[in-house]
Nanobody, 121 residues
Framework: QVRLVESGGGLVQPGGSLRLSCAASGSIFSIYTMGWYRQAPGNERELVATITTLGSTNYADAVKGRFTISRDNAKNTVYLQMNTLKPEDTAVYYC???????????????WGQGTQVTVSS
């Protein structure tokens, strides 16, 4: 009923930039908080950044000043601009969105399939 499609991952050298996108589609009535998480090998999944419907943002300390989260409500899409990337940013990045569908009366939490980001020289 709801599908999240991520794109934009890849291999980049330290100091480089990448932009991740996550587009939601399906029987969507309303979208609430959108966010990005990441999981490195051997580690638990961790919060990277979130953005509310009013545009308030929250960032993990490790990415503050380097990453920027944004959203395009008309396109049901959330973005993550990642600058000055470091090897420790290497992980699978997942988008996470609270979505209310036409069928369900309360928002449900959805995950994207994940996109690999590798920072290496």
């Amino acid at each position: 009923q709801v599908r999240l499609v991520e794109s934009g991952g890849g291999l980049v050298q330290p100091g480089g930039s990448l932009r991740l996108s996550c587009a939601a589609s399906g029987s969507i009535f309303s979208i609430y908080t959108m966010g990005w998480y990441r999981q490195a090998p051997g580690n638990e999944r961790e919060l990277v950044a979130t953005i509310t419907t009013l545009g308030s943002t929250n960032y993990a300390d490790a990415v503050k000043g380097r990453f920027t989260i944004s959203r395009d409500n008309a396109k049901n899409t959330v973005y993550l601009q990642m600058n000055t990337l470091k090897p420790e940013d290497t992980a699978v990045y997942y988008c996470n969105i609270d979505i209310q569908t036409f069928r369900m009366g309360i928002p449900q939490n959805y995950w994207g399939q994940g996109t690999q980001v590798t920072v290496s020289s």
